[in-house]
């Protein structure tokens, strides 16, 4: 009986000692390792705005008065006056990415000559012929420099670039009727919404 508890005694001794060894190794075997340093998110500018808005040309009698822009990011304020077919006017301004990313036209929203809204000043029925006549003989497009078509997702300006783009309201040459008295057309408004490039 003494002899197993001695027996017992030594193992639980042995047992010790090999934790405590294994604990000891393992310590001199670990190491720590440091990441330190600092980050920092510095946003980019995005700026993609009008500049130069300008009447480029008037052909035969028409008139026209330049867009304002106020603030930046709007053309407003422009008129136009057509009095015979062939009568136009272009107007020219840039669009500029002033940012550092690159910007493509997302979504251009601008009304077909149909959906915008005529007002005649003729009396009873002649008012609504005229409206009809103007409506059937007008043209209002948005094309770029070279008078290619501007269409949602055709147009990238990279940071640092501008494009320039023209606006253009005629009198159909081919017309063969004109109002009778004046009609003025509004719902000419035009949207271009700008996003970032993938």
Known sequence: MEKNRGVKVVAVIALIVAVVGLTIAYASLSTTLNITGSAQVNPANWQVEFENPTVDSKLGTAEGTAPTLAPPTTLHDFSVTLKKPGDSVVFKFDVVNKGDINAKLSTLTMP?????????????????????????????????????????????????????????????????????????????DVSMIFEQTD
């Open 112 to 188: 077909e000559v149909s959906a915008l809204t005529y007002e005649g000043t003729a009396l009873s029925d002649q008012k609504t012929a005229d409206e009809n006549t103007v409506k059937g003989n007008l043209e209002y497009t948005l094309t770029d420099d070279e008078g290619g078509p501007i269409t949602q997702g055709s147009l990238t300006i990279n940071h640092g670039e501008r494009k320039t783009m023209k606006l253009t309201m005629t009198y159909k040459e081919s017309a063969s009727t004109l109002p009778s008295a004046e009609v003025t057309i509004s719902g000419l």
